[in-house]
Every structure is written in structure tokens, then in C-alpha cells.
């Protein structure tokens, strides 16, 4: 799988074409934001969580947050 980094402005934009037509750049935004913190919340309480066919999360000694991706990680650029 090929590693990239991505900053929030390009996954909003991403986000916004994926939810069609008619979407505000502030409703991906609001979307974003949302998933990001639930994830962050998710990992601070120390639980290690998955999300299906997507991949799982935890948070490593050192407090960063590590990300592992499935098998089936969509290995397609959206």
C-alpha cells in the first residue's frame, strides 16, 4: 500500500465530492471534524478500536496514535 500524506483541506475537498452534489465546503468540513474527533476521543479513553474493512486504532506508549489498515483497506485513490 502506498503512504501518503494528506492535509484536511484535500480530505474535506475528497469528503465533499464523495457526498455529491450540493454539499457545502462547511458540511464536509463539519463531517471531517467529526470523524477525526471521534476517533481522537476514541484513542485518549486508551481503547483500541476497528472500523471494518477500513482498519484499527490505538495509541502507542509515547501517546501517538497508530493506525493499522485492514486487508480489505481500499487501496484505490477516492
Given at each position: 500500500?502506498?503512504?501518503?500524506k494528506v492535509n484536511k483541506?484535500?480530505?474535506?475537498?475528497?469528503?465533499?465530492?464523495?457526498?455529491g452534489p450540493g454539499t457545502?465546503?462547511?458540511?464536509?468540513?463539519?463531517?471531517?471534524?467529526?470523524?477525526?474527533?471521534?476517533i481522537s476521543r476514541l484513542?485518549?479513553?486508551?481503547?483500541?478500536?476497528?472500523?471494518?474493512?477500513?482498519?484499527?486504532?490505538?495509541?502507542?506508549?509515547?501517546?501517538?496514535?497508530?493506525?493499522?489498515?485492514?486487508?480489505?483497506?481500499?487501496?484505490?485513490?477516492?
Amino acid at each position: 500500500m502506498l503512504s501518503r500524506k494528506v492535509n484536511k483541506k484535500s480530505l474535506t475537498a475528497r469528503v465533499r465530492r464523495l457526498m455529491g452534489p450540493g454539499t457545502t465546503h462547511s458540511t464536509a468540513s463539519a463531517a471531517v471534524d467529526a470523524v477525526l474527533c471521534a476517533i481522537s476521543r476514541l484513542a485518549q479513553r486508551g481503547d483500541k478500536f476497528t472500523i471494518m474493512r477500513f482498519g484499527s486504532f490505538s495509541l502507542s506508549p509515547t501517546g501517538k496514535l497508530r493506525f493499522r489498515p485492514s486487508r480489505s483497506f481500499p487501496d484505490k485513490p477516492v
